[in-house]
């Protein structure tokens, strides 16, 4: 088992989430403030098996703007 600890800006948290129930993963998701500007961001904590834990990673990868 795996936990990927994923910190996103709060624009793309639902582009996050929806992605991330449409593939069937679970997760539990935080609100959480920091960075240089102390902007929100959600904290999503996803606990997978290891051999998917590329599949998430892409998940998140899609989902949040550089």
Known sequence: MQLI???????????????????????????STGGFLREGNTTFLIAIEREKVDDVLKIVDQSSKA
């Open 5 to 31: 600890i994923a910190v996103v800006h709060d624009r793309d948290k639902q582009k996050l989430a929806d992605g991330l129930v449409r593939e069937g993963y679970r997760f539990t998701r935080l609100a």
